[in-house]
């Protein structure tokens, strides 16, 4: 093959050992951040923060890079969407 990788991928090996801090999961109208102690879930209507067992948790402090990226890379393979799209 010889399409850069980064023309189909974010750029990390789904079977490198050791994982990932976060996983961006979703459908084509909502999607959440799976980070180990919570969710971060995103709809078009607001953001929901969730504990590890998706029990609502409005005290924990939002980390809006990650939500920023993560709104990025989801918006990256959508037609129109990223660089070339």
Do not use: M
């Amino acid at each position: 093959c010889t399409t850069p990788i980064d023309r189909y991928s974010v750029g990390s090996d789904l079977f490198e050992p050791g994982g990932r801090d976060v996983l961006v999961i979703g459908s084509y109208q909502d999607f959440a951040v799976l980070e180990p102690q919570r969710i971060i879930s995103v709809h078009k209507t607001g953001l929901e923060v969730l504990d590890a067992s998706g029990r609502p948790a409005p005290e924990q402090a939002l980390d809006t890079a990650l939500v920023t990226s993560a709104i990025e890379q989801n918006s990256r393979f959508r037609l129109g969407g990223g660089p070339g799209g």
